[in-house]
Nanobody, 123 residues
């Protein structure tokens, strides 16, 4: 299983980006998929941003709710994160994750992780 993110970059405050994560070799069902982020140093803990469970239900961190949308293309095995109205505090490395618990999918208890991709939002 390999998770590869794309779509990151630099954007001004108020702008939008769409991240994509290709889930190569991932065929597991009944688990959640999610996006996490890790802010710039000294922050090192991953923060759950958005998740989608095996039934298609979505959950968002308060900081992302109303601005970010998580979705998936099951046929292409791609996980997306549409990010609108970006703010400087959204600057972070965004990491996709697969095979997590459906009970609390924003907890960083996932079996598969991508390498992460940088998103930088300037004011």
């Amino acid at each position: 299983v390999q998770l590869v993110e794309s779509g990151g970059g630099s954007v001004q405050s108020g702008g939008s980006l769409r991240l994509a994560c290709v889930l190569s070799g991932y065929t597991h069902k009944g688990y959640s998929l999610a996006w996490f982020r890790r802010g710039p140093p000294p922050l090192k803990q991953r923060e759950g941003v958005a998740a989608i469970d095996s039934d298609g239900s979505t959950v968002y961190a308060p900081s992302a709710k109303g601005r970010f949308t998580i979705s998936q293309d099951n046929a292409k095995k791609i996980l997306y994160l549409q990010m609108n109205n970006l703010k400087p505090e959204d600057t972070a490395t965004y990491i996709c994750a697969a095979e997590g618990t459906n009970v609390n999918p924003l907890l960083d208890i996932y079996n598969y992780w991508g390498q992460g991709i940088q998103v930088t939002v300037s004011s």
